[in-house]
Each structure stands twice: as C-alpha cells, then as structure tokens.
C-alpha cells in the first residue's frame, strides 16, 4: 500500500460548505431546507451547546477560576481557539500588526460572540463621502433578509427612527442596569445618544423558533446557551439543517484546497481528517466558502490551477486585500455613588442593555465615519483578576468613617475595601469603522506551512491617522461621559504613544474585505450575489465580501447576506445556470 | 419554548435553586494550609481533551516547597483573614489556588519564589527567623512597610511589588472560592427574569421605571 494516497468520496453533493459559522451555517440551513444534499466541513469539532456549554458554572470549578490561560476569554468561554492555534502559525510582515482569532468548532465563532446584532445602513453600503468604495447593493436590497434574519433568529431592541442605524423587527430588549442607568444620565449631558441594546437574544418567545428555549438571564451568552436561547450558528443553524436529514457534518476536517476542473469549475475539496492525519476528497457541485474571511482568501491562494493561475477566483488579484478590522479602545472607572451598594441578581442578558450608536456629524470631525459605545460594569460573577482594582483605587474616595485610606493595604480593611467596590465599576468600549484599504492585505507565506502542510497566512496590516483620529476621539467621549456621570477613572488614559489605546489590527475580531464583492471583475473578486466572478460555482459567505463594513458589529450582515446568496443560488438551481 | 418549559428543559424547574448551587461540583479542599493540592475537578462536558490533561499535569507538579507554601498561607490569611462575616484565605483554599496558578502562568513563578526569599532575608535582618516563624507582631510590622505602595521607602519597593502580587492572587483565589462569593454577595447565576433595577434601588439613587 502506497503511504501517501487521497481517498475519494464518490458521493456528488450539491453543495459542499467549508467552515459552519453564522456564513456557513445559514446558507447550509437555507440550502437544506429546500431539499439540496449539503456536506458541511469544519475544521473543529462538532459543538452541541446544549451538551458542551459551561454555562452556570461557578468561578471555583475552574482550578484557574476562569483566567485566560488557555482561551482568551476565559476557561467557561465557548470558544474552542484563540489568537494562537497548535501548529497553525500565521506571520506578519515587519512592521505591521495582525491578531487573527480562529474558533475551531462546530458554529466558529458564534458560539461565544456578544450577540450584538446591528444592521448596516444606507449610508454603509453608499457612502456619501466618498473615502471608500460603494457596494454593489443598497441597504433596500438587503433589508428584506435583515427581516427575514430576525423573524426566524430573533433580536431585541427599540424603534429609534435613526436613519444609518435602521430598526429591525425587535424582541423587547432588557432593562438597564444600574449602572447603566447613570450611564444613560450621563452620556446624555455629554451630548452623547444612548439607546436599547440590540442583542440576538430570545428576551420572549419566538414564532416558529423550534427547540429553543427563552432567555433565563444568567448573562452568560459567552459560553453559548444550553437552552439556544441566544443565537449560535451550531444551535440554530447547523444542528436544525442536520435534522432535516439533507445536510451531513463532516468536522475535524481541515480543507486544503478548492478542487477545480480543467473549465476551472469547482468540483470539490481536498482535505485533512485531523482523527488520522489522512488526505480526502469530496465532490459538490458546487462548493461554498464560509471559513472566515481570512481562512476563505487562504483557501482561494492555496487553490492554483492552469485555470487560476493566481489562485481561485483571483484573477483581480484582489484576494486578501482590503482586509479590515474594527477599531476598538476602552476607558474603565468607578462610580462613587454605587459604593456599598445593596445585593441583588443583575446578571441580565447576555448581550449588551444599551448602547451609544454613532450620533456626530463627520463634517465637523477630522475623520471619516464613526463608532459605537458599548458599556459594561456592576455585579458580576467574580473570576480570575475580578478585584484587582479595587486596592489599587481604594484610596481615591473617603472611606465609610469619612476618612481616606492608604493605597493598598490588607485585612479586615482589604475585605471591607472589596464589599464596598464590589460592582461600582464601570467600562466603555469604542468599535468603530477601520477603512477598507488595498494595502491592508493577507497572503501566502512564501516559506512557511502549517503542521498539515498547508502554506500559511503572512498579515500586511498598519492602521492610518484616520484609525488614530477616531480612536483620541472615542478617549476624549470617554473621558466626558465619566466626568458628567460623576465617575473616577481608573485607568490609565491613553494619549499619542500608545495611539490613544487603539486595539492592534484583528483584536476586535471583526475582520472581513478579502473577497470582496462588486460589478466590475477587475475590482471585485465576487459579484453582488457572493459568486466568484472566476467561477459561476463557487461562492463566498463569511465577512470576506464586504466592501466596508460600518461600525456594525458584522454578524447580523453575514447572515442575511449568506441567506441571499442562499436564494439566489436556489433561483439560478431552478433556472438551470449551476449545479 | 416558554419560560417553564425553558427551565424544564435545563433540568431545573423541580430542582429548585438551592441544589443548582450545591449541584455545582466539587469545591477545592479547604485544608490547603497544610499545602495539599488543588483538587482538579472531573472532566466537565465541553472541557477539551487537552484542556483535562493540561489541568491534571500541572496539579501533579509541585512548585513550591513546604516552606514557601507555609509562608504563602500565613501572607493569605494576613491579606484576607477570618472576620464576622467570612472565613480566611487558607479556610477558602487560596494557598492550593496559588499553588496551581503559579505553575498555569509561570511569569508568576520568579516574582513568587523570589518575593518570598526577599521577605525572609528581611525577615532574618529584623528580627533573625524567617517571616513564617517571626511573631505575628513582628509579621504585621513588616507587612506594613510593603502593604501601602505610596508610603513604602525606596529600599521596599521590591517587596512593595512582591505584596501587590500576593495580594492580587488571594483577592483572585479568595473571591472566587465558595467562601469568598457568598462573603462579596454575587447572587445571581441562576435562572430568572430580569425585571429592571428593583423598585427600591432605583428610588435610593433617583431614578424612576422610565429611566
């Protein structure tokens, strides 16, 4: 027996779909539904959060106590990955920055994800200011899977009339916090909109949400819901598609390469069952891509063939490029008045209970469009590091007996200190548009390959003074709001050296771009339907199509882009122009 | 799915809320003083393979010796000792938790073993025993001059740094024991509905339902 040898599958599926986050598992679910034969491949593990969330579980059943040790987030959180991954380096090329976070598992990424689920407005798809280039589609031409996206999954929030910030069909959101609430206070004396939070959660019941349970208010949505009561892609996706009885799951699978013919059509993949390390092919007839953007552009340059010479669908050579991420910086602090304050359960939901949506008008601003506010603080479970602040801060206000502490200190002081900071925290965070630029890109390595031999990203990422410029003003905001709402900050306030806290490229984990889609092939790599333009039978369903994502968390867009492309590839099925 | 049905499906509804607490595994061993080792809890569902073994290994190592670990437990309950409301940081397993973490992220090791090494040769200087047997007066006597950051004389600061540490990790080992929760007064990881700030609670700040 030969030692290197590649096992077919002689099966022809209709479709073959790498990777099953919120991309990949609406066009598997969608695609299911109407009867196609759908092969799923991931390259994690299957996931049930039913069965493998840690969801309820107490700090003192993690012998770290829930520190980042081995997942970023923390040891309850669901994501099964990180910035790092065993044997699947990625490089950056000098002088330039890139954090790229991969979950390998069944539902990726949505299994851990703030459920912050915002619309892009007219204004994200055709900006008016130029700085960046149109899609394809208008706001309209989506709007109707953003309401079929929230009918069937489910999102709270309140109607506001804003017009980049369009309202969905909304759940009742969850009441704010306490702290929220002095957040509300103050933000608005610093001229600062704040609204309901917009969060995939099931706050009610859902019509025909079938099998999933209501929101219990444990706040615990980063360890994905053991009832689905929030959206995950494995819980309301992937596993519902498998019960159909038309989509199969193939997972520890880690695809390779894009199969072509000798028309340069896909006719499969090529991949590696992490069980025995062996090689495999399967056939579809077509194969759709929804491994993130980043893993999608890898597998496209990975896929040269005499008909793509550049890699599949690169004829543009446009894939990998416009690559962007979020903006992000934070400000934390306490309030005073919430010192020693009485005990009661305000877990809540897990996803945000309000929000700042951007509110100026960028004429008056020195940089392009804008971000949002998210906030957090209050009477959280405590993990690993949880009180750390508190004697490093507990000589800033007077003491119950009037007096002011030392710095520091130890005790019965030390756990009078802790009872009384406890919960009086509070933290806001900027996510903010980062432009879509072509010199921001990924590519092959050249030199370097993972453990399954597979040639490696090399990142090419560097933020601009229009990043920076958002970034001092999200501090400058910050700093307001804390002063207005009688907040003493805590941290350290960031200024020009450290580009006022701006969050190195893909720390926001929002990236998307390096397929991006357009009417002209030679400045688009797929069409406004999400096909290749290269190669009418493949398709591309993750974040990598964006032109330029707003400051919109982008996962409500994923998923009703995904359900498009779903339908039209269903509609050109009918009309006989693939499969 | 309705509420009721939602926390059937959870396995809670006839459960009631004290067993869900109770039913939360088992607790680290409170006898740490006497250095006895985190007890790792059983493989949970949705804990990885490498994620067990990696947790099992680090418990079946031993980084500090007896001695340090005997210096660790009486830091801990000088930081976080027994008052009317809780027990101390050794009752609440902290030494055993800082046995672990040490070895989870060894950037804690060389500040550990050496802060502990620092406070004994200060220790011998003043008052010729190690910290652990110095007296509990003499123990809180140089405790002070490395517990207070701003007040600490420049030859302290190592000692200032090695103590901020110490305490940093029994604030985490304590607050997130059983002990240490119930003591802070976090209630809620249970199920429930959450209704807004409660009625009372709003009108002591000001605030009103429509807030």
């Known amino acids: 027996?030969?030692?290197?040898?590649?096992?077919?599958?002689?099966?022809?599926?209709?479709?073959?779909?790498?990777?099953?986050?919120?991309?990949?598992?609406?066009?598997?679910?969608?695609?299911?539904?109407?009867?196609?034969?759908?092969?799923?491949?991931?390259?994690?593990?299957?996931?049930?959060?039913?069965?493998?969330?840690?969801?309820?579980?107490?700090?003192?059943?993690?012998?770290?106590?829930?520190?980042?040790?081995?997942?970023?987030?923390?040891?309850?959180?669901?994501?099964?990955?990180?910035?790092?991954?065993?044997?699947?380096?990625?490089?950056?090329?000098?002088?330039?920055?890139?954090?790229?976070?991969?979950?390998?598992m069944l539902g990726g990424r949505t299994n851990h994800w703030g459920r912050i689920s915002l619309r892009m407005g007219p204004d994200d798809f055709k900006p008016k200011d130029g700085v960046t280039d149109e899609w394809p589609i208008t706001y309209d031409e989506l709007k109707p899977f953003y309401d079929r996206v929230d009918r069937m999954i489910g999102v709270y929030g309140t109607k506001e009339g804003l017009h980049n910030e369009p309202d969905g069909i909304f759940l009742k959101p969850p009441k704010p916090r306490l702290n929220e609430l002095f957040i509300k206070k103050g933000a608005k004396k610093a001229g600062v909109m704040v609204i309901a939070g917009r969060g995939a959660v099931l706050t009610e019941a859902l019509a025909g949400s079938e099998g999933r349970g209501t929101c219990f208010f444990c706040g615990q949505c980063g360890r994905s819901c053991k009832v689905y009561g929030d959206f995950s892609s494995s819980s309301c996706l992937v596993i519902p598609a498998i019960k159909t009885g038309n989509l199969t799951v193939l997972d520890n699978a880690m695809v390779r390469e894009v199969l072509t013919n000798d028309e340069g059509l896909a006719t499969g993949v090529s991949y590696v069952d992490k069980n025995d390390l062996q090689e495999y092919t399967v056939k579809g007839k077509m194969v759709i891509l929804g491994a993130s953007a980043c893993e999608s552009a890898r597998l496209l340059l990975n896929s040269k063939s005499a008909a793509h010479p550049a890699g599949l669908g690169n004829s543009s050579g446009l894939v990998g490029r416009y690559l962007h991420d979020s903006t992000g910086s934070s400000l934390g602090g306490f309030l005073p008045q919430l010192l020693d304050r009485k005990r009661y359960n305000e877990d809540g939901a897990g996803s945000v209970h309000i929000y700042s949506p951007w509110w100026l008008d960028n004429k008056k601003l020195n940089f392009p469009r804008g971000y949002h506010i998210e906030y957090g603080g209050g009477l959280h479970m405590p993990s690993y590091g949880y009180l750390?602040?508190?004697?490093?801060?507990?000589?800033?206000?007077?003491?119950?007996?009037?007096?002011?502490?030392?710095?520091?200190?130890?005790?019965?002081?030390?756990?009078?200190?802790?009872?009384?900071?406890?919960?009086?925290?509070?933290?806001?965070?900027?996510?903010?548009?980062?432009?879509?630029?072509?010199?921001?890109?990924?590519?092959?390595?050249?030199?370097?390959?993972?453990?399954?031999?597979?040639?490696?990203?090399?990142?090419?990422?560097?933020?601009?003074?229009?990043?920076?410029?958002?970034?001092?003003?999200?501090?400058?905001?910050?700093?307001?709001?804390?002063?207005?709402?009688?907040?003493?900050?805590?941290?350290?306030?960031?200024?020009?050296d450290s580009s006022y806290g701006l969050e190195t490229p893909g720390k926001i984990i929002h990236e998307g771009g390096t397929t991006r889609m357009g009417n002209d092939p030679k400045n688009s790599v797929l069409n406004k339907y999400c096909q290749s333009h290269d190669c009418q039978n493949l398709f591309v369903v993750d974040a990598a199509p964006f032109v330029q994502q707003g400051d919109k968390n982008l996962t409500w867009s994923i998923l009703a882009l995904s359900m498009r492309t779903a339908d039209y590839i269903l509609e050109q099925k009918n009309k006989l122009n693939i499969g | 799915?309705?509420?009721?049905?939602?926390?059937?499906?959870?396995?809670?509804?006839?459960?009631?809320?004290?067993?869900?607490?109770?039913?939360?595994?088992?607790?680290?061993?409170?006898?740490a003083d006497k250095g006895a080792t985190v007890k790792v809890p059983e493989k949970l569902p949705g804990v990885q393979d490498f994620e067990q073994e990696r947790n099992n290994k680090l418990n079946a190592e031993h980084f500090f010796n007896e001695h340090e670990m005997a210096t660790i437990t009486v830091l801990a309950d000088i930081i976080i000792p027994k008052d009317a409301v809780s027990g101390s940081a050794s009752e609440a397993g902290v030494p055993a938790f800082i046995e672990f973490i040490v070895k989870d992220m060894p950037d804690h090791q060389i500040p550990m073993r050496g802060g502990l090494k620092w406070l004994d040769v200060q220790a011998f200087k003043s008052y010729g025993k190690a910290f652990a047997d110095c007296s509990e007066k003499d123990q809180i006597a140089l405790v002070d001059q490395i517990a207070y950051p701003a007040q600490a004389k420049p030859g302290m600061q190592q000692g200032v740094s090695f103590f901020s540490r110490m305490r940093e990790l029994t604030l985490s080992g304590f607050y997130t024991s059983e002990i240490g929760v119930k003591d802070i007064g976090y209630v809620g990881n249970l199920p429930g509905i959450w209704d807004g700030v409660p009625k009372d609670v709003l009108d002591q700040y000001g605030f009103t339902m429509n807030d």
């Open chain 1, 388 to 496: 750390n602040w508190v004697p490093a801060v507990n000589h800033l206000v007077p003491g119950k007996d009037g007096q002011k502490k030392a710095q520091g200190g130890y005790g019965q002081s030390l756990k009078e200190d802790a009872r009384r900071f406890y919960g009086a925290n509070v933290g806001m965070a900027g996510r903010g548009t980062a432009l879509a630029r072509k010199d921001n890109y990924c590519e092959i390595d050249p030199a370097k390959v993972d453990k399954f031999g597979i040639p490696v990203l090399r990142f090419h990422y560097k933020w601009a003074a229009e990043e920076v410029a958002q970034a001092k003003h999200m501090q400058e905001t910050f700093q307001s709001i804390m002063h207005e709402m009688g907040a003493i900050i805590t941290s350290n306030i960031p200024g020009p």
């Open chain 1, 1 to 104: 027996m030969a030692s290197y040898q590649i096992k077919e599958n002689p099966t022809v599926y209709d479709a073959v779909i790498v990777g099953s986050g919120a991309g990949g598992g609406m066009a598997g679910y969608i695609l299911a539904k109407a009867g196609l034969k759908v092969l799923m491949l991931e390259a994690g593990p299957f996931f049930d959060p039913a069965k493998d969330s840690l969801q309820l579980r107490m700090p003192w059943e993690s012998p770290r106590r829930g520190a980042s040790t081995i997942r970023p987030f923390g040891d309850f959180d669901a994501a099964y990955g990180g910035w790092e991954l065993e044997g699947e380096p990625y490089t950056t090329a000098a002088g330039t920055d890139f954090d790229w976070f991969r979950a390998r």
């Open chain 2, 1 to 31: 799915m309705n509420r009721r049905e939602t926390l059937k499906a959870l396995g809670l509804a006839a459960a009631g809320t004290g067993l869900l607490i109770s039913s939360c595994g088992p607790e680290t061993k409170t006898n």
